[in-house]
């Protein structure tokens, strides 16, 4: 985040890169004086040579964090009543569906836009075998749907787009990326005249309640015996799929040593808890997986997904109608239940005290002590269970121990919120 006196916080960045892309003035040599680096924590942050920066201000007003930190008023309630049209689907195409992060859903669309020239370039992020992160503007359907997988790492989706846009002309693009990518795109284009003028964006986003640092894949890579910065695919081969490493093992998604750092939020960025947005509703579309009990049979890819405006639905349905993507309506409860409805109120309540005791920026009002005792709760349960990796004991802590603790925390999480009088939401008090 970048405040009005141009001071950077790096506990609530996302590293989206939108303050990079918005800096119009280089110095002599074409460098703009706001670059990213890579931080002590290893995360892409930004820092301003003031040397060279004139105080444009562009950069604070494409910074997409300040205003969601001290003006969100997102409540549960408001929230849910947000989401659009809630479907069951995947892929029609087989070995797509297998190969993609979730059922194929994403990148299929990204094609299908293409083919039909709605748009005139795909906006996508992949991991090359050298285990960068490269963010790639595709215009051929099937180069797209090599981007299909989940990067669980930072992606500083922005950095470099304002320049590859203009240089190819397009005039219409879709972008897919995290909620915090989406935002980062919206304020970037309020910030930035040529874009704001000349770019029309369909956005796609995909749910997400937490991304992981780079000590995460370490963490991975020691349990899967992997080299130092091998690649890792975090998902495909089936639903909810394998995390995997080429030529070396495989381990299901559902490895409960996987999951515990999942469920205690190790490994997570403090900027998560900045997100009020976790089902990604800033978008056109979001996409997500289907983790409710009635479709957990199927073993090739289960995706639920929403159509957040009228030109989502549109597209969602066309695509039903040739015969892309199987369609089942679904309803609002079980897209909240597929994602922990716990989840979602913890992540769009209370933002002030998330701030404050997470990314220590801002001040926690009027929260209630069992909101605050939650924060307390997760803090010691990321701490414990990074200890636990860090320290090599959890290989030696048998799965039985790891799963009898993993219920424990969720538990403990979750009856926070059950134990609240009037409904399961914090905020209708
Ligand atoms: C960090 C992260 C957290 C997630 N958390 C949840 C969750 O809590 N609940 C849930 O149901 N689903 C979550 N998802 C979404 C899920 O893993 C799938 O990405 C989603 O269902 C789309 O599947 P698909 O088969 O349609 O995508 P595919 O067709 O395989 O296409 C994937 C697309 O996502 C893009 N992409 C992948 N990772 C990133 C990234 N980090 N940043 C930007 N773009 C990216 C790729 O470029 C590609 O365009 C998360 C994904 C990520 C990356």
Redesign the pocket.
């Known amino acids: 985040m970048i405040d009005k006196d141009l001071k950077i916080y790096d506990s609530v960045c996302t590293g989206c890169s939108a303050c990079t892309e918005a800096c119009m003035f280089p110095d002599e040599s074409g460098i703009n004086p706001i670059q990213l680096i890579i931080n002590e924590n290893g995360l892409n942050v930004p820092r301003i040579n003031k040397v060279t920066c004139t105080e444009c201000m562009k950069c604070y007003k494409a910074c997409p964090t300040e205003d969601k930190i001290f003006n969100s008023d997102v409540t549960f309630d408001s929230y849910k009543a947000k989401i659009g049209n809630c479907y069951f689907g995947y892929?029609l195409d087989h070995e797509?569906?297998f190969?993609?992060?979730?059922?194929?859903?994403?990148?299929?669309i990204?094609a299908y836009l293409l083919d039909t020239k709605q748009v005139d370039g795909?906006i996508?992020?992949?991991q090359n075998e050298d285990n960068d992160?490269i963010?790639e503007i595709f215009t051929c359907s099937s180069e797209?749907?090599k981007?299909?997988?989940?990067?669980?790492?930072?992606?500083s989706?922005l950095n470099g787009l304002g320049e590859k846009i203009e240089s190819g002309r397009h005039k219409k693009l879709l972008f897919?990326?995290?909620s915090c990518?989406i935002s980062g795109l919206k304020t970037l284009q309020k910030a930035n005249k040529y874009l704001k003028k000349n770019v029309e964006f369909i956005t796609?986003a995909?749910?997400?309640?937490?991304?992981?640092t780079e000590e995460f894949s370490d963490m991975e890579r020691s349990l899967l015996g992997a080299k130092p910065n091998q690649k890792i695919n975090?998902?495909?081969k089936g639903w909810p799929g394998m995390t995997r490493v080429e030529g070396e093992k495989s381990l299901p998604l559902s490895d409960i040593r996987f999951g515990l750092m999942w469920g205690s939020f190790a490994f997570t960025p403090d900027y998560c808890f900045s997100c009020s947005d976790?089902i990604g509703l800033e978008a056109d579309i979001s996409?997500?997986?289907?983790?409710l009990s009635q479709y957990s049979a199927d073993k090739i890819?289960s995706?639920?997904?929403v159509a957040n405006t009228s030109k989502g639905d549109n597209i969602i349905k066309e695509m039903e109608k040739i015969g892309k993507i199987h369609l089942k309506r679904e309803t609002v409860d079980n897209l909240l239940a597929?994602?922990s409805t716990s989840?979602i109120i913890f992540k769009t309540s209370y933002s002030n005290a998330r701030n404050a005791l997470f990314g220590n920026v801002g001040a926690e009002d009027d929260t209630p002590n069992r909101y605050i005792k939650l924060i307390w709760w997760i803090k010691f349960n990321k701490k414990l269970v990074e200890w636990i990796f860090r320290s090599k004991i959890v290989t030696i802590i048998p799965n039985i121990i790891l799963r009898v603790y993993a219920k424990i925390s969720m538990v403990v999480f979750i009856r926070i919120f059950k134990h609240h009088p009037s409904t399961d939401s914090f905020n209708e008090t």
């Open positions: 892929s797509h569906r190969e993609a992060a979730t059922a194929g859903i994403t990148t299929e990204a795909v996508s992020s992949y992160i963010t797209v749907k981007t299909r997988g989940s990067i669980y790492r930072q992606v989706a897919i990326g995290l990518h796609i995909l749910f997400c309640k937490q991304t992981k975090y998902r495909g976790p996409v997500g997986d289907a983790w890819g995706s639920l997904f597929s994602q989840h």
